[in-house]
């Protein structure tokens, strides 16, 4: 289990800005690798409290907390990089931001159900 959810997060936290990186690259921006990186790691801050709010035993509540602190992660890179997406890729805005929340709820919950299940 923990090493699939290590492969789960190592792609999340390194590949996919990586990728939004050289997407922004091709387009023309001047953003940093280490800028994006860091708004994503930023963006982890809601699953502290959410990781201590899951002491509670009802499946349900851990799902609630597990997608509030995801909708906040979202609303975080939505708020930071939307700008962005709307400057430099233009009609691909958004298709990026739909797969950046696709990708990351299919992320979340294949790292929940792997771990809990």
Request: with cysteine; hydrophobic share 55%; net charge positive.
């Amino acid at each position: 289990k923990i090493t699939k959810c290590v492969s789960i997060l190592f792609f999340y936290i390194i590949i996919i800005p990586v990728l939004l990186y050289v997407l922004f690259k091709w387009r023309g921006s001047r953003i940093a690798l280490v800028e994006i990186m860091c708004l994503y790691g930023y963006s982890y801050v809601p699953f502290i409290p959410m990781s201590l709010l899951v002491i509670f035993p009802n499946k349900l509540l851990q799902v609630v907390f597990l997608f509030t602190a995801a909708g906040i992660s979202l609303y975080f890179l939505y708020r930071n990089l939307g700008e962005l997406c709307q400057k430099y890729l233009g009609e691909l805005t958004y298709t990026a931001n739909a797969y950046m929340v696709v990708v990351q709820l299919i992320l979340l919950s294949l790292i929940h159900f792997s771990i809990y299940a």
